[in-house]
């Protein structure tokens, strides 16, 4: 295929296995990578009711104006206000009091409701504190102008008043926006479908993390986990999973290091193409990446911190984009001061978690220490350019929060 | 049932219908009922697989250490280090090198994988770099420190190391550690069970808005929409929706107001009792509370941008409680200049919505007007406490965002 020819030179796959990664490729070329393939997948409809988190595929402009007649602003009675000119305490004027009809005749008034439309006619709402309900009918003891008490018709919206872009996430005031203009489905970017291959957990009696913390990551940023395979190495499942249809996206934990047995960078030349495996970023180095069966493919440490940063960084970058969304990090922001150094390697992009003690930001660990622990103790994570050796104290940096600020601890 | 009359009097119930409201409750007497209905729900055991987003229900601790032996923390020859002793380029080393064996006597090089366990009697991993491969063996290259490359048992976690408290929500990194350890399954809050009860859309072909609203924010807010009844008011679903068994909490849209129609505040002394109705909130006045067969119970007004505003400001908090969540609003906050000037009246708490333009507020629309769309076009909204008439242009506002900062738009 011709655009697998055209990845660039310094990405050709090398077998690193007992020799180590001499070239790793920078945090921006496996980008450059990822954006080739992470274009949005097709539109699908779905029911609005079920709309919201969903992103927008197309534009959606206003099908009609809102609301769609005048109506009720209050309730009260709908009168025509040139009926209450000069209506005062002292001289209140009477109205015919009439039941809901389709038409207000002059000198009548009708009880409305709040968000009721106004019978054809009346022009104005007089509040219930404007009016006296007598035997022969209504007192009016308040003047109203013309429109008081209305929502006129397109008063929030007018008729093709644009009102979504593509790539917005419908949030529960966009679903019932579109709800209440009589939509009843919208077109938004199908969820990617991921399949999670952990190639296993090394040593007896392992535990797999990888497997219930990648689930967790994809179904953050909107994709759907069609399948996780589990120590797929032992079973011989490790090279059938990677091209099997039904994922637009695979994600392999483990097994991409530098080992014997580190057999995912090998699997991956054999199903499809192993586009570049190292990445200067750490941790999360061992990560690759390539294509099998026309489908993108991410292999992530297995280590879970750096599986987690590998993911936060690269996968997620692909995962987003498949789903429309914005392909860079999704987390809220803190921009903060350093309290106490935090350390890098220069060359590499380092992911230093944080913890934030009187508002400033303090490592957990180093950027290669404390495990998944560290992930779980710290606030957030801060990411270091490659040319930088680290943030000495009193720098400013941006924190990513694991939870904003709103949310609970 | 006693705790019913322990309700302050100025909440008990009035027929407000075409009279009007003469005497809100502030939006404090509001959440403090609120926060007596709001104890956490009781604890259920979830798969940590599944247990991302869920609220822990209790603390959790290490059950064992982390990693649970020594591991390798890269990949290369397990070995005693003290075999390495005065290796160098120009005066290397012989080891025997063998295969993966539970024990490495003296002399003796395994390889290993970063991750797995090392053989017993091996104390530090010597990277590919410092090591040829020679038909005898292996030559070692540089010298080794006992521990280099090596993660201890316990050193990212002691056994019972505290980890995660009560209403933590599980991130991935938590539900992947907690896999790590493993643990199987987590004691969660159970999620609230709740029905939405739309009373019904006025008028001739009304489109429902409140029920997609309203189920979003209750998904949002971790939530678990058990039945939305639509209608309810002409289908005479009202009153028998109160009290049905089968949810935690019920949610009314409509019929709150004043008008002769608007039966929900009745149906709920009804069927129960109607303990606070109308609340100093704008927009939002006409919501209410009670309880029915021991479930709480919130009319919400039936104007979608009201209801929105109610939900946010009272219901949710009743939800997010039941839930073990934080109570308060979870929106992400930012701290910005008014662009211009935010109107508010004096004795009720606006809730404004706005735009950051420039990186500072302006208002889109009133407080009652714009509707839906008005939330839609908004970054945020702002809650103006009921002393002030508004916020003057350069007075500093916290804006509740829609979307955080990372996210798209």
Redesign the interface.
């Known amino acids: 295929m011709p655009s697998r020819r055209a990845e660039p030179a310094r990405g050709a796959p090398r077998d690193v296995r007992?020799?180590?990664f001499t070239d790793r490729v920078s945090l921006q070329e496996a980008l450059a990578w990822l954006d080739r393939h992470a274009a949005p997948l097709a539109a699908e409809l779905v029911a609005?009711?079920a709309?919201?988190?969903r992103?927008c595929a197309i534009a959606i402009a206003a099908p009609g104006p809102?609301?769609?007649a005048d109506?009720a602003?209050d309730?009260g009675y709908a009168v025509r206000a040139s009926d209450t000119l000069g209506a005062s305490p002292y001289s209140p004027l009477s109205l015919a009091l009439r039941g809901a009809a389709p038409t207000l005749r002059p000198g009548e008034a009708a009880?409305?409701?709040?968000?009721?439309?106004l019978p054809a006619g009346a022009d104005a709402v007089l509040?219930?504190?404007a009016a006296e309900r007598a035997p022969a009918g209504l007192e009016v003891v308040g003047a109203i102008a013309d429109g008081a008490g209305v929502?006129r018709a397109g008063?929030?919206?007018a008729a093709g008043?644009p009102?979504?872009?593509p790539?917005?996430?419908l949030?529960?005031?966009?679903?019932?926006?579109?709800?209440?203009?009589?939509l009843e489905r919208a077109a938004v970017v199908r969820r990617p479908r991921v399949r999670i291959v952990v190639a296993g957990?090394?040593?007896?009696?392992?535990?797999?993390?990888?497997?219930?913390?990648l689930?967790?990551?994809v179904?953050?940023d909107g994709g759907e986990v069609v399948e996780v395979v589990e120590r797929a190495a032992e079973r011989g499942l490790l090279g059938p999973s990677l091209a099997a249809p039904g994922a637009d996206a695979v994600l392999v934990a483990g097994r991409t290091?530098?080992?014997?047995?580190?057999e995912a960078p090998r699997a991956l030349a054999a199903a499809g193409e192993l586009s570049l495996h190292g990445v200067a970023l750490r941790p999360g180095g061992s990560a690759g990446m390539g294509v099998a069966g026309a489908v993108p493919v991410l292999l992530l440490?297995?280590?879970?911190l750096a599986c987690?940063t590998a993911y936060e960084l690269l996968a997620g970058h692909l995962v987003r984009g498949l789903g429309g969304?914005?392909r860079?990090?999704?987390?809220?922001?803190r921009e903060v001061e350093v309290a106490r150094k935090l350390v890098s390697a220069v060359g590499c992009v380092d992911v230093c978690r944080v913890r934030l003690v009187a508002g400033r930001a303090e490592p957990v660990g180093g950027a290669?220490?404390?495990?998944?622990?560290?992930?779980?103790r710290a606030d957030g994570f801060v990411v270091i350019p490659a040319p930088l050796e680290g943030h000495a104290p009193g720098a400013r940096v941006t924190v990513?929060l694991?939870?904003?600020?709103?949310?609970?601890?």
């Open positions: 007992e020799r180590g609005v009711r709309g919201a988190g992103v809102l609301p769609p109506r602003a309730d009880p409305v409701h709040c968000g009721a439309p509040p219930f504190s929502l008063h929030e919206l008043a009102l979504l872009r790539g917005r996430r949030g529960p005031e966009d679903v019932a926006l579109l709800a209440a203009l009589g957990p090394k040593g007896e009696g392992a535990r797999d993390a990888d497997g219930p913390l689930s967790a990551l179904a953050r290091g530098t080992g014997a047995d580190d440490p297995g280590e879970p987690l969304r914005e860079s990090l999704p987390h809220a922001v290669d220490e404390g495990g998944l622990a560290a992930a779980v990513r694991h939870r904003h600020e709103g949310e609970a601890p």
